[in-house]
């Protein structure tokens, strides 16, 4: 029995349970989701909610509750696809809970049946959870405490409407919403250095450029891209004063000469690796400069100042920013791309990336402890974290969230200093601004309907045949209102032409939103469902980038807008 | 207890259930059409007999739109069983169901779950069914991983189509997605931009050559690939490799793993292993849920005309998602192909430009390359000869002595080639372009 060979570490159940989605976000990203816990407020049919959870529950994300004091009713049966025949007349928050609960055995579900007033006035209610998603209609006493809440403990509220065709979202996150793992697409990763290189890197194109053109057909088709770019950038520079390509035209100029350099008289007619350097031109002879974004994040204020409980992710900015400002450049990612190279050609080449980036890492790190004295910071960062930081550094993204307008039952919405972006806006002809300002208006509608005979049931706009014209007058009304507020706030007017189109949208959409009369149609819960669950994996696994800050569908022209309010 | 409970105002009757549909289906709104809208009318909903194919992420998703949308006819054709990995997305099925076929679980849970609808399921292949199954649908959604499988539906929809019969013309409306990505679209066949005519929307991922593997690996994915395809063919050639048996994976993952170390190439995983040798494409369920949402937000339309839907002649009939970086769709019009191997003109032969050295060999590897063919098992004939046929193992040993002779030796700058593929039933006409 000696020779068996030694046993392979095979999935576990959970490994392969998950496998599909660990491909996206990794075993740290799928720690983060069991570590959550939701809280879903509803009161209408709230089906855009169930279907976000849906979307949660099968991810595995840890814990789940319903807040809903609504019976189950013949009317939810048909839209709601986590209740039955048999629920009618129990607790939808119940039902809905233990049937999203099945299709998870690893998630906790719990449910919350105390009527919103009475829940929300105690002041624990909203502890527990670590990110709330509130659907319309809801009070806008309600939704403006969420919003509180949501701002002292920095948690993620989202708001959500689903009415008719056509569905809404916004996020407000907290007021720094840092991303290091933002997942950048690969082809816009790659950072080869070939403006600054380093003594090693010449040393090794040097050493594998020797003797190009006495080379034999089999070595000259094997040398890296990398190695050929690096030689004639030297050769460029030697008959410009020492300069590398500067503009476009040197750069196509430049590409001529790498492309004269292949030899055309083998069987292929051609080198793949030649043409490797051909199509690396114009893509990596640029100078290794930081984008805004990220130089933004040196100078942010909370990177500026250390303190003793600064978010780890300020300290390694900070520690990112001072290797900026000491070398011009970030630390080296480390990676290389795939290409035509003999196999220890290119792990050499790989090596002389890798221990490249490990040297600027070193650097960084001996910063961040050092600030992490300087702090008296009790708890040390971990090398996995700079080391991922330095990895994406070009790639880093921080959000700015901010609270989104609650319509008030009495008063304007204010719009503060997205006033000017937002009225500009209005009279883009495509932009589904205009389809938001509807929402918010039938926010107004149902902040100053109230009042019916069912014990506080919000009334919305259409519920009934009689009322859809009077009530698509009023929302149409409402909307103008706040559209003209919101060019009053920004001080822009618009011209009659502008002013009329304007009108005619609003008309549109707030007779669209009227005639559903406050129905959610399956699809569009499931469209928007899918949306708000995937930012809400985004948020709590804090990879990718996500919504900034609100997000609209239009189901009847099949189409997605995303803004900032 | 009652006073803490709260109750929308409902009618009773029959159709108090669809209480929130009916909204929508009773009223118009300011984008309806007048004249195809008739207010208070369901039927048109009801009795559409409707197929979906693919009973997996995208199906699962579909089935329980169409229920909740009124739909009470739904055929849906998978030939899959079920699997432990699809539980993080496919919804309607539970670990006991492991094993179980996907079409006839899906179909049993939706009906259960949705009262009144009625599902029937088909546990096989859509080349099984002919022309006079397809006839019966008022259209077909589609959610399916397997580009061939969309080409066959769709070049057969196409041939389907009789101008004197308009029952004849069977919208398609068609889902995919990968990881945080996905599209939506709607196909009138003959009317509107096909499925080929899209073709090259959709590349095949390049292929790593044969001689990297074999003799300068680079990436863990390379050593993997050689386990694959050369290191299985050496020793257990006898054996088929089955990619869902785990001692199979664990052989090719320990052969990649020893190459790796080899070549000193770090990386070799066993999830790599299975995700290279399975070809696995991310999913999850909120693509999912947006794609197949979006699909029966269209096939709900085009029944009740209870709003414009894509696809119409002249307007956007393609919407591209992406959710990886924010939220970002495109909604446009894909233009129909003249040259549409499946939709255009029977006489017109598409241009294909042909290295002047190239072999028939290389002719045969670009057809399975090219993103507009993607032809995997091509035969080629021209007017005069056939120059490669595959789909008769006599007729294969016969022309296979062509496949090392070049082109410009086989065929005429400009003359046509008719290529056929098993997969299709449909014929692709090409004529040779020479490059130099
Ligand atoms: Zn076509």
């Given at each position: 029995?000696?020779?068996?060979?030694?046993?392979?570490?095979?999935?576990?159940?959970?490994?392969?349970?998950?496998?599909?989605?660990?491909?996206?976000w990794?075993?740290?990203g799928?720690?983060a989701l069991?570590n959550a816990h939701i809280l879903l407020v509803?009161?209408?049919?709230?089906?855009?909610?169930?279907?976000t959870?849906?979307?949660l529950?099968?991810?595995?994300i840890?814990?789940?509750?319903?807040?809903?004091?609504?019976?189950?009713?013949?009317?939810?049966?048909?839209?709601?696809?986590?209740?039955?025949?048999?629920?009618?007349?129990?607790?939808?928050?119940?039902?809905?809970?233990?049937?999203?609960?099945?299709?998870?055995?690893?998630?906790?579900?719990?449910?919350?049946?105390?009527?919103?007033?009475?829940?929300?006035?105690?002041?624990?209610?909203l502890?527990?959870y670590t990110l709330i998603l509130a659907?319309?209609?809801?009070?806008?006493?309600?939704l403006s405490k969420l919003s509180v809440h949501a701002n002292t403990a920095l948690i993620p509220l989202f708001y959500v409407?689903?009415?008719?065709?056509?569905?809404h979202f916004s996020v407000h996150l907290p007021p720094a919403f840092p991303v290091v793992d933002s997942h950048?697409?690969?082809?816009?990763?790659?950072?080869?250095?070939?403006?600054?290189?380093?003594?090693?890197?010449?040393?090794?194109?040097?050493?594998?450029?020797?003797?190009?053109?006495?080379?034999?057909?089999?070595?000259?088709?094997?040398?890296?891209?990398?190695?050929?770019?690096?030689?004639?950038?030297?050769?460029?520079?030697?008959?410009?004063?020492?300069?590398?390509?500067?503009?476009?035209?040197?750069?196509?100029?430049?590409?001529?000469?790498?492309?004269?350099?292949?030899?055309?008289?083998?069987?292929?007619?051609?080198?793949?690796?030649?043409?490797?350097?051909?199509?690396?031109?114009?893509?990596?002879?640029?100078?290794?400069?930081?984008?805004?974004t990220?130089?933004d994040i040196?100078?942010a204020p909370e990177s500026?100042?250390?303190?003793?409980?600064?978010p780890s992710f300020w300290?390694?900015a900070?520690?990112?920013?001072?290797?900026?400002?000491?070398?011009?450049?970030?630390?080296?990612?480390?990676?290389?791309?795939?290409?035509?190279?003999?196999?220890?050609?290119?792990?050499?080449?790989?090596?002389?990336?890798?221990?490249?980036?490990?040297?600027?890492?070193?650097?960084?790190?001996?910063?961040?402890?050092?600030?992490?004295?300087?702090?008296?910071?009790?708890?040390?960062?971990?090398?996995?974290?700079?080391?991922?930081?330095?990895?994406?550094?070009?790639?880093i993204k921080l959000v700015r969230g901010r609270p989104f307008p609650v319509?008030?039952?009495?008063?304007?919405?204010?719009w503060g200093d997205r006033?000017?972006a937002m009225?500009?806006?209005?009279?883009?002809?495509?932009?589904?601004?205009?389809?938001y300002?509807?929402?918010?208006?039938?926010?107004?509608?149902?902040?100053?309907?109230?009042?019916?005979?069912?014990?506080?049931?919000?009334?919305?706009?259409?519920?009934?045949?009689?009322?859809?014209?009077?009530?698509?007058?009023?929302?149409?009304?409402?909307?103008?209102?706040?559209?003209?507020?919101?060019?009053?706030?920004?001080?822009?007017?618009?011209?009659?032409?502008?002013?009329?189109?304007?009108?005619?949208?609003?008309?549109?959409?707030?007779?669209?939103?009227?005639?559903?009369?406050?129905?959610?149609?399956?699809?569009?819960?499931?469209?928007?469902?899918?949306t708000v669950s995937q930012e809400i994996i985004k948020v709590i696994t804090e990879q990718y980038v996500p919504v900034d800050n609100t997000c609209i569908?239009?189901?009847?022209?099949?189409?997605?807008?995303v803004f900032r309010v | 207890?009652?006073?803490?409970?709260?109750?929308?105002?409902?009618?009773?009757?029959?159709?108090?259930?669809?209480?929130?549909?009916?909204?929508?289906?009773?009223?118009?709104?300011?984008?309806?059409?007048?004249?195809?809208?008739?207010?208070?009318?369901?039927?048109?909903?009801?009795?559409?007999?409707?197929?979906?194919?693919?009973?997996?992420?995208?199906?699962?998703?579909?089935?329980?739109?169409?229920?909740?949308?009124?739909?009470?006819?739904?055929?849906?054709?998978?030939?899959?069983?079920?699997?432990?990995?699809?539980?993080?997305?496919?919804?309607?099925?539970?670990?006991?169901?492991?094993?179980?076929?996907?079409?006839?679980?899906?179909?049993?849970?939706?009906?259960?779950?949705?009262?009144?609808?009625?599902?029937?399921?088909?546990?096989?292949?859509?080349?099984?069914?002919?022309?006079?199954?397809?006839?019966?649908?008022?259209?077909?959604?589609?959610?399916?991983?397997?580009?061939?499988?969309?080409?066959?539906?769709?070049?057969?929809?196409?041939?389907?189509?009789?101008?004197?019969?308009?029952?004849?013309?069977?919208?398609?409306?068609?889902?995919?997605?990968?990881?945080?990505?996905?599209?939506?679209?709607?196909?009138?066949?003959?009317?509107?931009?096909?499925?080929?005519?899209?073709?090259?929307?959709?590349?095949?991922?390049?292929?790593?050559?044969?001689?990297?593997?074999?003799?300068?690996?680079?990436?863990?994915?390379?050593?993997?690939?050689?386990?694959?395809?050369?290191?299985?063919?050496?020793?257990?050639?006898?054996?088929?490799?089955?990619?869902?048996?785990?001692?199979?994976?664990?052989?090719?993952?320990?052969?990649?793993?020893?190459?790796?170390?080899?070549?000193?190439?770090?990386?070799?995983?066993?999830?790599?292993?299975?995700?290279?040798?399975?070809?696995?494409?991310?999913?999850?369920?909120s693509?999912?849920?947006?794609?197949?949402?979006?699909?029966?937000?269209?096939?709900?339309?085009?029944?009740?005309?209870?709003?414009?839907?894509?696809?119409?002649?002249?307007?956007?009939?393609?919407?591209?998602?992406?959710g990886d970086e924010s939220v970002?769709?495109?909604?446009?019009?894909?233009?129909?192909?003249?040259?549409?191997?499946?939709?255009?003109?029977?006489?017109?032969?598409?241009?294909?430009?042909?290295?002047?050295?190239?072999?028939?060999?290389?002719?045969?590897?670009?057809?399975?390359?090219?993103?507009?063919?993607?032809?995997?098992?091509?035969?080629?004939?021209?007017?005069?000869?056939?120059?490669?046929?595959?789909?008769?193992?006599?007729?294969?040993?016969?022309?296979?002595?062509?496949?090392?002779?070049?082109?410009?030796?086989?065929?005429?700058?400009?003359?046509?080639?008719?290529?056929?593929?098993?997969?299709?039933?449909?014929?692709?006409?090409?004529?040779?372009?020479?490059?130099?």
């Amino acid at each position: 029995m000696a020779d068996l060979p030694p046993p392979v570490q095979g999935p576990t159940a959970k490994e392969k349970k998950y496998d599909r989605q660990l491909r996206l976000w990794g075993a740290h990203g799928q720690i983060a989701l069991e570590n959550a816990h939701i809280l879903l407020v509803i009161s209408g049919p709230g089906v855009v909610g169930v279907e976000t959870l849906k979307n949660l529950v099968l991810p595995g994300i840890g814990n789940f509750t319903i807040q809903d004091s609504t019976v189950v009713s013949e009317a939810d049966l048909g839209v709601n696809f986590f209740l039955e025949e048999e629920h009618l007349g129990g607790y939808r928050a119940e039902h809905t809970c233990n049937l999203l609960k099945e299709l998870n055995p690893d998630v906790n579900g719990n449910f919350i049946t105390e009527p919103i007033d009475t829940w929300l006035s105690n002041p624990d209610a909203l502890a527990p959870y670590t990110l709330i998603l509130a659907t319309a209609p809801i009070k806008s006493e309600y939704l403006s405490k969420l919003s509180v809440h949501a701002n002292t403990a920095l948690i993620p509220l989202f708001y959500v409407h689903s009415i008719g065709f056509y569905s809404h979202f916004s996020v407000h996150l907290p007021p720094a919403f840092p991303v290091v793992d933002s997942h950048p697409s690969p082809e816009s990763i790659t950072d080869l250095r070939l403006l600054k290189p380093w003594p090693e890197l010449i040393e090794y194109a040097t050493q594998k450029t020797m003797n190009l053109e006495g080379m034999s057909a089999d070595d000259h088709g094997h040398v890296p891209f990398v190695a050929i770019l690096l030689y004639h950038l030297e050769q460029w520079k030697k008959e410009h004063n020492g300069q590398v390509p500067q503009n476009y035209k040197d750069k196509t100029a430049f590409r001529d000469i790498v492309s004269k350099a292949a030899r055309a008289n083998n069987p292929e007619g051609g080198e793949e690796n030649f043409d490797e350097a051909v199509a690396a031109v114009l893509k990596s002879l640029n100078p290794p400069e930081p984008s805004s974004t990220v130089k933004d994040i040196f100078k942010a204020p909370e990177s500026l100042l250390i303190r003793q409980d600064s978010p780890s992710f300020w300290v390694i900015a900070n520690a990112i920013g001072l290797f900026y400002t000491k070398y011009g450049v970030l630390p080296v990612p480390g990676s290389v791309p795939d290409m035509k190279a003999r196999s220890a050609d290119y792990i050499e080449l790989q090596n002389v990336y890798k221990s490249k980036a490990r040297k600027d890492l070193a650097e960084v790190l001996d910063s961040v402890r050092f600030l992490e004295r300087n702090a008296n910071r009790s708890t040390t960062i971990k090398e996995k974290d700079v080391e991922t930081f330095c990895k994406n550094a070009a790639h880093i993204k921080l959000v700015r969230g901010r609270p989104f307008p609650v319509v008030p039952t009495e008063g304007e919405v204010k719009w503060g200093d997205r006033a000017k972006a937002m009225a500009q806006k209005l009279t883009f002809p495509d932009d589904l601004v205009p389809l938001y300002i509807a929402f918010l208006a039938w926010d107004k509608f149902v902040a100053t309907h109230d009042q019916d005979a069912l014990l506080g049931a919000p009334k919305v706009p259409g519920a009934s045949e009689s009322d859809i014209e009077s009530d698509t007058e009023k929302v149409k009304g409402m909307a103008l209102h706040i559209a003209t507020q919101l060019t009053k706030e920004a001080s822009i007017s618009l011209d009659d032409e502008d002013s009329s189109a304007l009108g005619q949208q609003l008309e549109e959409f707030s007779g669209e939103l009227v005639r559903a009369g406050g129905a959610e149609l399956h699809n569009i819960s499931a469209v928007t469902g899918g949306t708000v669950s995937q930012e809400i994996i985004k948020v709590i696994t804090e990879q990718y980038v996500p919504v900034d800050n609100t997000c609209i569908f239009d189901g009847v022209k099949s189409k997605m807008a995303v803004f900032r309010v | 207890m009652t006073e803490t409970l709260t109750q929308s105002a409902v009618p009773a009757g029959p159709r108090a259930r669809w209480t929130y549909l009916d909204k929508i289906l009773s009223r118009p709104g300011p984008f309806t059409d007048p004249d195809a809208f008739v207010p208070g009318t369901i039927e048109s909903v009801e009795r559409a007999k409707i197929l979906v194919i693919g009973a997996g992420g995208l199906g699962c998703e579909i089935l329980k739109n169409l229920a909740l949308s009124g739909f009470k006819d739904i055929h849906v054709i998978d030939m899959d069983t079920i699997d432990v990995s699809n539980l993080n997305r496919q919804f309607l099925f539970r670990a006991a169901d492991v094993g179980s076929y996907k079409a006839e679980v899906a179909a049993r849970f939706v009906e259960k779950r949705v009262k009144g609808v009625k599902i029937t399921p088909y546990c096989g292949k859509i080349q099984d069914k002919d022309e006079e199954y397809y006839m019966q649908f008022a259209m077909i959604v589609c959610g399916l991983d397997s580009i061939e499988a969309r080409r066959w539906i769709n070049a057969t929809l196409v041939g389907m189509v009789d101008g004197e019969n308009p029952d004849s013309l069977k919208p398609l409306i068609d889902g995919g997605t990968e990881g945080f990505k996905g599209q939506a679209r709607v196909i009138l066949p003959t009317m509107t931009s096909c499925i080929e005519c899209q073709l090259d929307m959709h590349a095949p991922r390049a292929a790593v050559p044969l001689c990297t593997l074999a003799t300068i690996p680079r990436q863990p994915q390379h050593c993997i690939e050689w386990a694959h395809i050369i290191a299985w063919e050496e020793h257990r050639k006898d054996i088929t490799l089955d990619t869902d048996d785990p001692e199979h994976i664990t052989w090719l993952y320990t052969q990649a793993l020893a190459r790796a170390q080899e070549f000193n190439i770090p990386g070799v995983t066993y999830a790599m292993t299975q995700g290279v040798v399975k070809n696995i494409i991310p999913a999850i369920a909120s693509t999912n849920a947006i794609v197949a949402a979006a699909c029966c937000n269209e096939a709900f339309k085009l029944s009740s005309n209870a709003n414009p839907f894509l696809g119409y002649p002249g307007t956007p009939n393609y919407m591209m998602y992406t959710g990886d970086e924010s939220v970002y769709t495109y909604t446009f019009e894909h233009q129909k192909k003249d040259d549409c191997p499946v939709c255009g003109a029977d006489t017109v032969a598409r241009p294909i430009e042909i290295p002047a050295n190239a072999t028939l060999r290389d002719f045969v590897d670009l057809l399975a390359e090219r993103p507009e063919a993607q032809l995997k098992k091509p035969s080629i004939r021209t007017g005069e000869k056939s120059l490669y046929i595959q789909s008769l193992a006599d007729l294969e040993r016969q022309t296979r002595g062509n496949l090392d002779k070049e082109m410009s030796d086989l065929v005429e700058e400009g003359e046509e080639m008719v290529v056929t593929d098993k997969a299709f039933p449909t014929q692709f006409k090409y004529k040779a372009v020479f490059s130099k």
